[in-house]
């Protein structure tokens, strides 16, 4: 498999030039993502600061309030001295618990609308993929299907998961959907990670994706749509579920 | 059916009372503005100065509205029957909020224009017109208004007889569904839906506001159990059961 290119086509969105205001926070949100997608892995420098900045078109004081941010949700850590620099702190507990952030973050009417979006750009990048994939990008289907079947894992079954979505938008060679799907993964995928810790999840979505891509090897697009839709309400549902739990739990704190 | 129907529990009495409440502050905050829209307008067909008197009038209330801590409205304001606004047109005075500033919001009502906001067909104004009594949809896409999910609370306006406009107020969904959500969570799940059965709000966490139960039902293999009519827009509180040939 290829993941350099998913790598790349990733980064890019990630770090793409920002133009608008509030850039503190979207600086800070792209690099919060590129942490839990693990495109920056535990333990990794930052690049300088002057270098970041400029790579981000903002200015230094911007990326500086930034990463302070980021400090304060223990995601980064900053040494001084000679070996100084910015690091990628240890995901586990700090990033379980910006993920439940997050998630306690959105309404349940947003989780369902990004379910609901993430169907129409994945179901029907799958139907398409059935009729347009090339000989190449269905070993490549194959090969993360092997890789979803055999982890354990939340955070590994979700980047394979990611990875397969946005190859099936590869393979049906429309350039919106590849888009739409990379951007998903980048604000969408790291939160179902939470529902992967499931293990009865982790077994459906991957029956679900496999007969996907089986489809997408016998030429069936409504098939294969069906499966990866069925593969996302799942999620969504699992999502909606952990929400509440999350959200019952803060106001019983609260009482 | 007919039997267990009967059989309603307290705790369901005792939701729908809440639920109730929590409609009724919303339409509590309509009410004065009603009220003053009659003060100013009586009987007269609108002309400019009528309609600069109204703006003067409903202003600052409307401004307090928005202003309040917590509140799930989002914008407010007095929207004029098309009937009796003569060459104005279409009319509505609208105040909304945009994070923290509150402002005077202009809606396209040139029949001309594309945008055209054609509000005499809106569910929320027809049903307050012709039910005369306070309405509030189910959450709609507003594409002419706010763009987002919205619920619109109405109240028609009368003097004597005679059908002056609505009153009416859009609510943010999300804060508005969960605060009747908190009021659900507090005992067995329990359901609200509308008139065609669609999700208002829900104890059960897949039940997300304006999808309809029965794919839920059909998926879960339950039924609706008892229900319990709701005070506004033909709400109902449900329980569900098993299906019997499940």
Not at chain 1, 75 to 93: H, K, S, Y
Not at chain 1, 181 to 210: D, G, M, N, W
Not at chain 2, 138 to 167: E, N
């Amino acid at each position: 498999m290829e993941p350099d290119r998913l790598h790349t086509l990733t980064r890019r969105v990630l770090f793409a030039p920002l133009d608008e205001t509030r850039r503190t926070e979207t600086v800070a949100d792209r690099l919060r993502t590129a942490i839990t997608l693990g495109v920056l892995s535990s333990g990794e420098q930052l690049p300088n600061e002057v270098d970041l900045a400029r790579q981000f078109n903002v200015s230094p004081v911007t990326l500086r309030d930034a990463l302070q941010m980021l400090r304060e949700q223990g995601l980064v850590r900053t040494t001084r001295g000679r070996q100084g620099g910015t690091f990628v702190a240890p995901l586990q507990e700090a990033g379980q618990r910006y993920l439940e952030d997050s998630l306690r973050g959105l309404s349940s009417i947003e989780i369902r609308d990004l379910t609901d979006w993430a169907c129409a750009v994945s179901g029907h990048a799958a139907a398409l993929a059935a009729e347009r994939a090339s000989d190449h990008s269905r070993r490549v289907l194959a090969e993360i299907i092997q890789t979803m079947t055999t982890t354990s894992d939340a955070a590994p079954f979700r980047r394979a998961e990611s990875r397969l979505l946005i190859e099936l938008a590869v393979a049906s060679q429309s350039t919106r959907l590849s888009a739409a799907a990379v951007e998903l993964q980048v604000h969408f995928a790291p939160i179902k990670t939470l529902a992967y810790a499931e293990p009865a999840t982790r077994t459906l979505v991957a029956t679900c994706l496999s007969n996907a891509v089986g489809a997408v090897e016998k030429n069936k697009g409504l098939v294969a749509q069906q499966s990866v839709v069925e593969a996302a309400a799942a999620v969504g549902d699992e999502l909606l579920t952990l929400r509440n739990a999350l959200v019952l739990a803060t106001q019983g704190a609260d009482l | 059916m007919s039997g267990r129907a009967a059989e309603v529990d307290q705790h369901m009495v005792d939701v729908v009372q809440e639920i109730n409440l929590a409609v009724a502050t919303i339409f509590d905050q309509l009410q004065p503005l009603a009220t003053t829209t009659v003060a100013v307008l009586g009987d007269h067909t609108l002309d400019d100065e009528l309609a600069n008197a109204l703006h003067r009038a409903l202003e600052q209330p409307c401004r307090d509205v928005l202003a309040t801590i917590d509140t799930p409205i989002t914008g407010v304001g007095f929207v004029a029957d098309i009937d009796r606004t003569g060459p104005i047109g279409a009319w509505m005075l609208w105040w909304i909020r945009s994070g923290a500033a509150i402002k005077q919001k202009q809606h396209v009502l040139n029949r001309e224009s594309d945008s055209f906001y054609d509000y005499s067909n809106a569910q929320w104004f027809r049903e307050a017109r012709h039910g005369t009594a306070p309405f509030i949809t189910s959450p709609y896409i507003d594409a002419w208004g706010t763009d987002s999910l919205t619920m619109t609370a109405s109240i028609p306006v009368f003097t004597g007889g005679t059908f002056l406009g609505v009153v009416a107020a859009d609510l943010k969904t999300e804060n508005f569904c969960d605060q009747l959500i908190r009021i659900l969570q507090r005992g067995e799940d329990i359901t609200i839906v509308d008139h065609e059965d669609r999700v208002i709000a829900s104890s059960i966490p897949v039940l997300t506001p304006g999808i309809p139960i029965r794919g839920f039902l059909r998926r879960s293999s339950q039924t609706v159990g008892d229900r319990h009519p709701c005070a506004y827009a033909e709400w109902s509180a449900v329980r569900f059961n098993p299906s019997p040939n499940s």
